[in-house]
């Protein structure tokens, strides 16, 4: 267990408006990432941290941006939410030469 | 750019029924391979990674091999616990720890 929570791990809300998902870990990792996982698509790469207030965009950046204050909190926030970014977002933590592993998601709704 | 391409999309096999999946992947430099498993409303579980032609992993009813070109996780004598989604990542040389998944392959195991 890599000791990691999403928070929420349900929501649905309306287009147009600001979603924060936040990633909590317990492990001290040094890199989080955020993904989102479609049918179809499989799991891309959002954005990702390699420190404390060191981030990167991934594959599907657009329309997402992160903040990472604290080692153990990573903050994926939608500024304006739209029906294409429904789906299913992970968190992930890894350190230098060791895989990554995932917490349990959250399922994010937006009608 | 890094690609990853799993087959087949699916397979059901009975309960005994020993198989292969496969993962083939075109990267600059790879560091790592990865495979890890998905229950459905979990996040991906680790399971193994490989680093070099050659090399092979077991655990379980799973054995993981890698070529120069793709990699393949056996599953002998399958049980229906088995079933689950089974995605491959690869990473390569000055990634900064990103991974490159798959779409997955989901197995279905029949008692």
């Known amino acids: 267990d890599a000791g990691i929570t999403q928070s929420p791990r349900h929501k649905v809300t309306e287009t147009g408006t600001p979603v924060t998902l936040r990633c909590h870990q317990t492990?001290?990792?040094?890199?989080m990432y955020w993904y989102r996982q479609d049918p179809g698509h499989g799991l891309r790469l959002i954005h990702y941290?390699?420190?404390?207030?060191?981030?990167d965009k991934g594959e599907v950046s657009d329309g997402y941006s992160v903040s990472r204050s604290k080692t153990e909190d990573f903050l994926l926030t939608l500024e304006s939410a739209t029906s294409s970014q429904t789906s299913v977002y992970f968190c992930?933590?890894?350190?230098?030469?060791?895989?990554?592993?995932f917490g349990d998601g959250t399922r994010l709704s937006i009608l | 750019e890094d690609q990853v391409t799993q087959s087949p999309e699916a397979l059901r096999l009975q309960e005994g029924e020993s198989s292969s999946l496969n993962c083939s992947y075109t990267?600059?430099?790879?560091?790592?391979l990865f495979w890890y498993r998905q229950d459905p409303g979990k996040g991906p579980e680790f399971l193994f990674t490989?680093?070099?032609a050659g090399e092979e992993k077991e655990k379980e009813r799973l054995k993981a091999t890698l070529t120069k070109k793709e990699s393949f996780l056996h599953i002998t004598a399958p049980k229906p616990e088995d079933s689950a989604t089974y995605l491959c990542?690869?990473?390569?040389?000055?990634?900064?720890?990103?991974?490159?998944f798959g779409k997955g392959i989901t197995l279905s195991v029949r008692p």
């Open positions: 490989l680093y070099s």
């Open positions: 990267v600059s430099g790879l560091r790592g």
């Open positions: 941290s390699y420190g404390v207030k060191d981030t």
């Open positions: 990542a690869v990473i390569h040389t000055g990634a900064n720890s990103k991974l490159t």
């Open positions: 492990e001290n990792h040094r890199y």
């Open positions: 992930a933590t890894g350190t230098d030469n060791q895989p990554q592993h």
